[in-house]
């Protein structure tokens, strides 16, 4: 099994930045393709982007292209996602996942989540 376990979530103002955090456990990380996903309160669960096994291609939701850039170092079984200009419609659990498939990845493995807040 993977175990992955989230972090650097927190509530930050309207035109900051955070990065989360993803550490992976249990199995080789580069084993898997890396997707990030987010929920709000009252919506569906939705794929944020998505990095390949070795970090050659990244794909990203629309609405966040351009502000969010996924990342990881398999050497570290690390993932990271770099938000910029985030916006209160960000606001949200962020959730790391691993997986198999592109752009969307099947997912394998989910973490137990990280809440981000903006506020204006």
């Known amino acids: 099994q993977v175990q992955l376990v989230e972090s650097g979530g927190g509530e930050v103002q309207a035109g900051d930045s955070l990065r989360l955090s993803c550490a992976a456990s249990g199995r080789t990380f580069s084993s898997y393709a890396m997707a990030w996903f987010r929920q709000a309160p009252g919506k569906e669960r939705e794929f944020v982007g998505a990095?390949?096994?070795?970090?050659?291609?990244?794909y990203y939701r629309d609405s966040v292209l351009g502000r969010f850039t996924i990342t990881r170092d398999n050497a570290k079984n690390t993932a990271y996602l770099q938000m910029n200009s985030l916006k209160p419609e960000d606001t949200a659990v962020y959730y790391c996942t691993v997986g198999s498939g592109w752009p969307r990845i099947e997912v394998a493995y989910w973490g137990q989540g990280t809440q981000v807040t903006v506020s204006s």
């Open positions: 990095i390949t096994r070795y970090g050659s291609n990244t």
